[in-house]
């Protein structure tokens, strides 16, 4: 029987389409149309052919050249030992991202091939990146564990201790579970007069972060809370991620009273338990660590009351025993000084009996009337030395005085004034009155000639 599709038809002619370029048209170059494209227009189609080509793919590289800009986007480049490509991941795809990108880092990312058109750059737009061959949870908690280490929320320094019998304890942790049951239970059971203040939280699911971090918060502005219960039943590492956010460990380490880090099962470590002032491997554990049992912390009491009266006992005997030996020695010293005095006084009466004080003031006389002859001799020999050496600098005084020049027949010339002495004729003139001095007595002259 034959077929419908082996009939012979005939084929219209198709309408004449522009070819598209490089699609090998036979046709000679000058019997085609010529359409010429701007450079965005065939941007543009080459961006919709990868787009529709590669519209979702996986690509793993090694990240490179990371850097997140001020809009919040993270630009980055995949490479191998073959290529590279560009790529973008937008601010609200980065933002769900369990771990921080860094060079160096082998990824496997999913996302659409792109043209970036400024640029003719074709790239590849993330939609979600995982490390390759680490959970992206894994990686995440690591790298918040070295960061929050590095800033210190580890130290053991600041770790508090918990308070010895606390009379309100805070606790944040869902109300869904035998979580709250059991730490009411036990905290009943240890201590009935404890005060309960139990702050609801959700503590898995998305942002549950937040709600325990305004939990903690909330719980540490209650008033007299002495310290405060973090705590959550067991889970996977999913259901137990609130307590591995960064907003928690802040929220933990800014709490006003010691805290108690009680999430999952012995086995499960979170970023709370570091954190936190004390981990408690169960949620029961942490209520039995923050009271002591009622007749166990009695029972210390009488263990310290007995030790504080034997040791008062003792004490006591000792200081007894310390006085009347300190007594002893002291009876013993003061006799021992007093004697010591005695001998002392008999030695200097001795002495002074001994001593002639008329002797000795005559000695001292006599050595007087020595040093007072000397004194005077000395003071003789001065004062003749002194009147030899005045007489003769007077002698070489007179000898140089102007008085004995006019003594043997020299006078002295003067001015009208007698401010100037005359030494050249040339300074006065005829008529000019001048003063000469003798040796005794002056003369008032008036100048006939001068030349």
């Known amino acids: ?66 850097r997140v800009w001020n809009t919040g986007h993270l630009y980055f480049t995949l490479k191998d030992t073959g290529a590279q490509l560009k790529a973008v991941m937008f601010k609200t795809a980065l933002a769900r991202l369990r771990f921080k990108p860094q060079d160096g880092l082998r990824v496997v990312a999913r996302g659409r091939v792109s043209v970036y058109d400024p640029k ?54 869902s109300l869904e579970g035998a979580v709250v049951r059991d730490i009411i239970h036990v905290l009943r059971r240890r201590y009935g007069n404890a005060h309960i203040v139990i702050r609801p939280t959700r503590v898995h699911g998305e942002n549950a972060e937040l709600d325990i971090k305004r939990g903690i918060l909330a719980i540490g502005k209650v008033p007299g809370v002495d310290v405060v219960i973090i705590a959550r039943g067991g889970g996977s590492i999913e259901d137990l991620w609130a307590f591995n956010e960064e907003v928690v460990a802040y929220a933990i380490a800014g709490c006003p009273v010691p805290t108690i880090s009680a999430v999952g099962h012995e086995t499960d470590v979170t970023i709370a338990d570091f954190v936190a002032d004390v981990r408690a491997p169960t949620p029961s554990a942490a209520a039995e660590m923050v009271v002591a049992r009622k007749a166990d912390f009695q029972a210390g009491i009488n263990r310290l009351t007995d030790r504080l009266g034997t040791t008062m006992r003792t004490r006591l005997a000792m200081r007894e025993r310390h006085a009347a030996e300190l007594t002893h020695d002291l009876r013993r010293i003061v006799r021992a000084r ?14 002074l009996e001994t ?18 002859g000397r004194l005077l001799s000395a003071l003789r020999r001065r004062t003749h030395a002194a009147d030899g050496r005045l007489r ?18 020299y006078a002295v010339c003067w001015n009208q ?35």
Request: net charge neutral; with cysteine; charged share 30%.
């Open 1 to 66: 029987m034959s077929s419908l599709f082996d009939l012979p038809f005939e084929e219209e002619p198709e309408p004449e389409r522009n070819p598209e370029p490089g699609t090998g048209n036979l046709e000679p170059a000058r019997e085609r149309e010529r359409r010429v494209y701007t450079v965005a227009q065939l941007t543009a189609r080459i961006r919709a052919l990868l787009e529709r080509e590669y519209f979702e793919i996986w690509v793993e590289g090694e990240l490179s050249n990371c």
């Open 120 to 173: 003719g750059e074709y790239q590849i737009v993330c939609e979600h990146l995982e490390p390759a061959g680490v959970g992206a949870r894994m990686l995440a908690f690591e790298q918040l564990k070295e960061r929050l280490a590095k800033a210190g929320l580890f130290d053991q320094a600041r770790k508090r201790p918990l308070p010895a019998l606390p009379r309100k304890i805070g606790v944040v942790t």
């Open 338 to 351: 007093l004697s010591a005095r005695e001998r002392r006084y008999q030695s200097l009466r001795l002495t």
């Open 355 to 372: 001593f002639d004080v008329r002797r000795r003031f005559a000695a001292v006389r006599t050595r007087l009337v020595a040093v007072d």
């Open 392 to 409: 003769s600098a007077a002698a070489r005084l007179d000898s140089l005085s102007p008085l004995a020049v006019l003594g043997r027949g």
């Open 417 to 451: 004034d007698r401010t100037q002495i005359l030494r050249d004729a040339s300074t006065v003139a005829a008529g000019d009155g001048v003063r000469v001095t003798l040796e005794r007595g002056e003369l008032q002259c008036e100048v006939k000639q001068s030349g």
